[in-house]
């Protein structure tokens, strides 16, 4: 097991991967697998006492055949304790101090760079080759954080190197018995382990050089244009379109870190009520964070990383309100299946008119969680409804005018998805629009009807 709070010996592992005779691959090739246990401290803070606790009890028992990467901190002294491991020279720069208010919007970077619910969280991510784009996830808690431990250093123990996580049986049945039973096996591929740690810790450096910080800004927006480009070919590719909200999300959140630095506390430019969800204040946080940056760069920035993470407040909130409305109306069981794939053979498709196509409010991601449609389809069933008096009364008064105002949200959403650039006067509008949901009442009617659907008071 071993403390990261910085990239530098995570990038010579990423810098080297297929040199059998540099250090850093002969140090890699003793383990079979590698675990990252992701989680964040401020949330998740039983289990984060209990990494940081038991930490040299938890390192003596995993073995010398998987290494986990973690946040929590060793007691004094365990560096010393333990410097004659090959690895500890190779990483001794990775334990740098974090400050607790970024680990939050690190965490939540990250999930988005990896294809990860931030929601989800704690997990442990297991893959066989750091540098590979394959890993799976595994929900762990404070409860079974051990047993999981010990199951994978058995697993470590027997196995035959190298194999494949893919398609060998015993590694399925260790993911088996780690799931609790449940047959939910998938590889994500959405990036390596450890490219991701290495551009999440990229801006960590109090003293970093405007070139790096220059050459991270052009790597992303190269990233982001590969998948808009992608999306362009194929509209269809919901991946590419996930992919750019979860790379501008982690973009802006990274800015956010060295903004914070920079410019010290601003002017908050959007200040959330009360009874928005968790992941939405971490955005309302990471765009007051970067606003400064945004409004003095204007004529370089692609606002695309304030487009996105704005319209993902609201996205988050239609999903757990008007969402679950509907899909409660279709005989979805609520709240057991409060945004959760509901299984069953029935068909939960609407459509407004025979021409019009099928809107499925029970779709399932690769990893069995629940998908909800996309915004822009979910805002046509829901003025279906309205116009068919089939929403709750609150929602009668100047219902056109909220639906406007999506409308824009919408739209310039898309744009940040399919064009090459977003503009400030489409942030704005966006800005606008968001403020005018919160001011005339419609984000509260929205939340307080989330909240009667997850108590299961709905009339």
């Not at 970024?102 to 969280?121: A, I």
């Not at 096996?185 to 290495?198: C, L, P, R, T």
């Not at 005989?331 to 945004?339: L, V």
Request: hydrophobic share 35%.
């Amino acid at each position: 097991m071993y403390p990261i709070n910085s990239y530098e010996g995570l990038k010579n592992f990423l810098h080297f991967p297929d040199d059998t005779d540099n250090p850093y691959s002969r140090v890699l090739s003793q383990f079979k697998l590698f675990g990252i246990i992701v989680y964040d401290p401020n949330l998740h803070n039983d289990f984060h006492q209990l990494l940081q606790d038991g930490f040299e009890r938890f390192d003596r028992h995993t073995g010398d055949k998987v290494l986990y990467f973690t946040t929590a901190q060793p007691p004094e002294g365990w560096h010393e304790r333990n410097n004659y491991r090959s690895y500890h020279t190779v990483l001794e720069n990775l334990n740098k101090p974090n400050n607790e208010k970024d680990s939050t919007r690190d965490v939540y970077g990250f999930c988005n760079y990896l294809g990860l619910d931030f929601n989800n969280l704690p997990l442990i991510l297991l893959s066989d080759n750091l540098n590979s784009r394959k890993f799976i996830s595994i929900k762990t808690n404070a409860q079974f954080l051990a047993e999981q431990f010990e199951l994978i250093s058995e697993f470590c123990d027997r196995v035959r190197t190298p194999f494949n996580i893919e398609t060998d049986l015993d590694f399925k049945n260790l993911v088996r018995n780690l799931n609790d039973g449940q047959n939910n096996f998938y590889i994500n591929k959405a990036a390596s382990v450890a490219e991701a740690m290495v551009d999440l810790f990229t801006l960590e450096d109090e003293n970093l050089q405007e070139k790096v910080f220059k050459e991270f800004i052009e790597k992303m927006n190269r990233r982001i244009n590969y998948f808009r480009s992608k999306l362009r070919e194929n509209e269809e590719n919901y991946f590419a379109y996930e992919r750019i909200e979860q790379l501008a999300i982690f973009f802006a959140t990274s800015l956010a870190k060295i903004c914070s630095r920079r410019y010290g506390n601003t002017n908050p430019i959007i200040e959330l009520s009360d009874g928005y969800e968790h992941e939405s204040y971490i955005l309302q946080d990471t765009l007051n964070s970067i606003q400064e940056f945004l409004s003095t760069n204007n004529s370089n920035v692609d606002y695309s990383i304030g487009v996105i993470p704005l319209s993902k407040i609201f996205e988050i909130e239609v999903n757990l309100s008007f969402v679950q409305y509907v899909r409660e109306s279709l005989d979805i069981e609520m709240p057991t299946y409060f945004n959760k794939f509901y299984p069953s053979s029935h068909d939960y498709n609407i459509r407004t008119s025979l021409k019009a196509p099928y809107v499925n409010f029970n779709q399932k991601t690769k990893s069995n969680d629940f998908l909800p449609p996309a915004i822009g389809q979910t805002k046509f069933i829901v003025n279906y409804y309205y116009r068919n008096n089939r929403l709750p009364k609150v929602f009668n008064a100047n219902f056109q005018d909220f639906l406007r105002q999506w409308d824009i949200v919408h739209e310039i959403r898309n744009k940040a998805a399919h064009s090459s650039r977003v503009n400030i006067e489409d942030y704005n509008k966006v800005l606008s629009a968001f403020e005018r949901i919160q001011n005339r009442g419609y984000a509260q009617n929205i939340i307080e009807l989330k909240n009667q659907i997850r108590e299961r008071q709905l009339d």
